[in-house]
């Protein structure tokens, strides 16, 4: 007679797969007062673990599946784009820059995380926890975004769920200053095998656009600008935001969404049958600006931006319609992707 095993299947973790020789490259652990780097291709989309370290410099540059971060004090941690989730437990008095579609901590004290979050940023059980928009590039940054399946414009790195808020008002996070940069924070590595990486962290040539959040916003007024896809759109809205800032140092960019829309959601947030085709040729990306003067000046900036070319741009008309506007594409952009 044949008895088949009942019992529970060990966990299995990527790296079980592998040559047991290479298992050490992928888990960092009880570093003191060390600089341990992974370079591009070295790591191509396997987990990583970075466990019982201290005093440490960590960078990560290349794609990841999932990160887990695990008992670390006063390291700086660099993780390239990561296609699933970053979990930090028990650390203290870190500094980390990460670009994730997932980012929650629990029982951590006094981590400052530069964030490109898809979804919503959840801290648990942690306090004194500060964040900023991600601001950082190098050569294979953009190509590792895409390998991770994150979009640059997709960044809730302000929209902080606290599973477990106390009474007193920002006590367990807060925002970093806009004015702060991330190499105050997490120093650039030294050597010559960063060198072809030509890294920069300084927030005018990051990869990632640089979004003001839920920080209070210096002007009333607001536009929502749309770019439609037609192979140009992720180009141009680059050169948008760039072409604004030079206009106006003063303007801002709140918040950012790529999404899918469908005909219906079309009607319903543009309250008009004109953008119907645009919105059946892929992902649009939604722009909301503030300053004072904003409705004008992305009027201008888009006829600009925009001359001699042949596709489809939504610009709000008044600043009384954009507001409205901007609540109702980013209502529905959070919608659909469950924010």
């Given at each position: ?5 009942t019992a529970?299947?060990p ?21 003191k ?17 970075i466990?019982?370290?201290?005093d440490?410099?960590?960078y990560?540059f290349d ?5 887990s ?20 437990r028990?650390?203290?008095?870190c500094?980390?820059?990460?670009a ?24 648990e059980?942690?306090s ?5 928009c ?9 190509q ?6 994150l ?7 302000s929209?902080?769920h606290?599973?477990?808020p ?22 650039l ?5 960063f ?14 656009p640089?979004?003001?959040?839920r ?7 607001s ?11 992720v ?20 918040q ?31 722009l909301?600006?503030?300053?004072d ?12 931006l ?7 741009v ?15 594409f980013?209502?529905?952009?959070d ?5």
């Amino acid at each position: 007679m044949h008895l088949e095993e009942t019992a529970d299947e060990p966990k299995v973790y990527s790296w079980d797969k592998r040559d047991k020789s290479n298992v050490e490259d992928f888990i960092i652990d009880g570093k003191k007062g060390e600089t341990v780097s992974r370079l591009p291709g070295s790591v191509n989309g396997e987990q990583i673990v970075i466990q019982n370290c201290q005093d440490s410099n960590i960078y990560i540059f290349d794609h990841i599946a999932t990160v887990s971060v695990d008992d670390c004090i006063n390291c700086n941690i660099f993780l390239g784009p990561i296609k699933s989730s970053v979990f930090i437990r028990d650390c203290k008095q870190c500094r980390v820059a990460v670009a994730c579609q997932q980012y929650r901590t629990r029982d951590c004290f006094q981590v400052d995380s530069f964030l490109l979050c898809g979804t919503q940023p959840i801290i648990e059980s942690s306090s004194r926890m500060k964040f900023a928009c991600f601001s950082f590039n190098y050569a294979q940054l953009e190509q590792q975004f895409k390998a991770a399946s994150l979009s640059i414009f997709n960044n809730n790195w302000s929209n902080i769920h606290d599973f477990t808020p106390v009474p007193e008002e920002d006590v367990n996070f807060s925002y970093i200053p806009p004015e702060s940069k991330l190499s105050d924070f997490i120093p650039l590595p030294e050597g010559t095998e960063f060198e072809s990486l030509q890294l920069s962290s300084d927030s005018e040539s990051s990869l990632v656009p640089q979004t003001w959040g839920r920080r209070r916003k210096l002007s009333d007024e607001s536009c929502l600008v749309v770019l439609f896809n037609d192979g140009s759109g992720v180009e141009r809205a680059i050169r948008l935001i760039q072409s604004l800032k030079a206009k106006n140092p003063q303007c801002i960019l709140v918040q950012s969404k790529e999404i899918s829309m469908q005909p219906d959601d079309s009607r319903r947030v543009f309250e008009s049958e004109s953008y119907i085709t645009a919105v059946q040729r892929g992902p649009v990306i939604g722009l909301d600006f503030s300053c004072d003067g904003c409705v004008s000046l992305c009027q201008a900036a888009v006829v600009e931006l925009m001359a001699g070319a042949t596709g489809v741009v939504f610009v709000s008309q008044s600043p009384q319609m954009a507001e409205k506007q901007v609540e109702a594409f980013f209502n529905f952009a959070d919608m659909q992707m469950g924010i």
